[in-house]
């Protein structure tokens, strides 16, 4: 999900949870639990969690400091705009941080192999950490258990669009002639418009920069002018917008999975840290995520809040 940890993130309803901040040098956002410290109250420690600064992050990493907290640490939370911003402190000054399994597999890989290096992740899980071992050995940073939740790059159409053309995956739009609106540097990317023309068989007849998940391209495939727009999959604003994901059913996308990043030196001091982790990427879904994002998004509530709500329903408080 190359993409989608790279735009810039802005305030409308339809883009809210979905994109990130431009990249920055300073962590723009800082938290510290009122937890005592250690020496007062027994408390296992402090754990120092980052991640980037867009409302899903925002979302999970809620999640994780409060299960933390109850589990008996003091958390720390910095976020920031990028993945490459808290990467320069990873593990060395960050001990967990909430990411995705693609995510920060593909940047490994391409900053220890460099920018041409041949990608090793997969539509599957476990095959791409499997083989992610190595570079995440040599990092220093071991992943937890991933969860069925999962947030990749997805496509969309109108809904009258699906309805009139009969389509509900991308395999339906085999042969068919379509304007695709996306981010600016879909053209030619497997997992954008060169996997949608040479996997799927589409005729993409051009390809509209305007944006991942932006406004502009909601509103061009809303008001016909591209009948295909690039989103996540959990966008949870499409259903009030008239607008519906088409399955990737020939798994153009890599794996990407909700997954703890955790220093291996603060998992072996600490191992109890990853059962409550553990607990909660056993307990999110994708239908879930969607859904607590649409609490964000659409009916802006706080982070905070959706994240408390949640975790109690869950019993993981």
Excluded: W
């Excluded at 607990?279 to 009916?299: C, S």
């Amino acid at each position: 999900m190359q993409v989608r940890r790279s735009l810039a993130a802005v305030l409308s309803v339809g883009t809210l949870f979905l994109a990130t901040a431009c990249a920055g040098n300073d962590l723009n956002s800082s938290k510290a639990s009122d937890s005592a410290s250690p020496s007062a109250s027994g408390d296992k420690g402090t754990v120092h969690i980052s991640g980037q600064n867009f409302p899903e992050a925002a979302l999970v990493a809620a999640m994780y400091d409060e299960v933390l907290t109850n589990a008996g640490y003091t958390t720390d939370v910095k976020l920031v705009d990028t993945r490459d911003v808290y990467m320069q402190t990873f593990p060395q000054g960050v001990d967990v941080v909430p990411e995705y399994v693609g995510g920060i597999l593909d940047f490994l890989n391409t900053t220890q192999n460099g920018a041409d290096a041949k990608p090793i992740t997969t539509s599957d899980a476990q095959q791409s950490i499997a083989a992610g071992k190595s570079l995440l050995d040599k990092q220093g940073i071991t992943l937890l258990n991933p969860s069925e939740a999962t947030d990749t790059n997805a496509f969309f159409v109108s809904k009258d669009y699906a309805d009139s053309e009969g389509v509900s995956t991308l395999s339906d739009l085999k042969g068919k002639s379509v304007v695709l609106a996306a981010a600016p540097d879909c053209e030619g990317r497997p997992d954008c418009e060169g996997g949608l023309s040479d996997v799927y068989g589409i005729d993409i007849t051009k390809v509209l920069p305007l944006g991942y998940a932006s406004d502009q391209t909601y509103k061009s495939v809303i008001d016909g002018e591209s009948q295909l727009g690039e989103t996540s999959t959990t966008d949870g604003t499409l259903d009030a917008q008239g607008l519906v994901l088409l399955d990737d059913d020939k798994k153009i996308q890599p794996a990407q999975n909700l997954i703890p990043a955790v220093s291996s030196d603060f998992l072996k001091a600490h191992p109890d840290v990853a059962a409550p982790l553990n607990d909660l990427m056993a307990a999110l879904t994708t239908e879930k995520l969607t859904e607590l994002n649409a609490n964000v998004a659409v009916d802006r509530q706080k982070p905070e809040d959706v994240a408390h709500e949640f975790l109690t329903q869950a019993g993981l408080l």
